[in-house]
């Protein structure tokens, strides 16, 4: 669930990387489809505009990237 890459744009190369983020098994404790009712609210309080929720065991939540000029 890794990919890296060198491009070339505009006669510039960089190196580009990108690594998926699964959800594991301690993620669902705030990322869940259960949460606990005081996280949930305790998350609701903190972040009202948050979607980060609903995850399963294993689902790819997002991912990290990286790019830089070689």
């Given at each position: 669930?890794?990919?890296a890459?060198?491009?070339?744009?505009?006669?510039?190369?960089?190196?580009?990387?990108?690594?998926?983020?699964?959800?594991?098994?301690?993620?669902?404790?705030?990322?869940?489809?259960?949460?606990?009712?005081?996280?949930?609210?305790?998350?609701?309080?903190?972040?009202?505009?948050?979607?980060?929720?609903?995850?399963?065991?294993?689902?790819?939540?997002?991912?990290?990237?990286l790019?830089?000029?070689?």
């Open positions: 669930m890794a990919f890459e060198v491009t070339q744009t505009d006669g510039e190369k960089r190196f580009r990387y990108m690594q998926a983020i699964p959800t594991g098994g301690l993620c669902l404790a705030c990322h869940g489809k259960a949460l606990a009712p005081d996280i949930g609210a305790a998350l609701d309080a903190a972040y009202p505009e948050d979607q980060a929720r609903d995850f399963s065991l294993g689902d790819i939540r997002g991912a990290f990237t790019s830089k000029p070689l």
